[in-house]
């Protein structure tokens, strides 16, 4: 990948996910994220702020020689409970994040997912395909 044509970079730390299933039909489902970032590396970039979405945990790169671990809690944490009787329940946490709000980067972001997107064209009588060459003998 080329980094002079990119448009941001996503970085995730660790993330879990559970599922416990019991006797009765009941289930529940558990996703957690420990940390996320989100950055603008867009080569053409003039603004200062360049960290879109930060979460607490991105930042931490602790000594590695200190042998010293520190818990923080996931940045989301995300539970679906179903009972027995087929009520359900979604729990969602967000802690302490932080997101910047870049018209810029939100209109390029925008323009990328439109132009990632199938088009409305139709074709009358099927797929066109131009690299194709035919075959040179055609049998009658």
Known sequence: RDLNHGLCKLETGEGSLSVDTYTDHSLELKMALQSCSLQDIRPDNTSAIKKIFQSHGSDSQGET??????????IVDVTFRQSHTGDRCVDILVERTRLNL???????????????LPGDRTCEGGVINHGYVGDTGVQG
């Open 65 to 74: 020689n200190s042998h010293i671990s520190v818990s923080t809690p996931p």
């Open 102 to 116: 870049s018209v810029p980067f939100i209109l390029e972001l925008g323009r990328f997912i439109l132009d990632a």
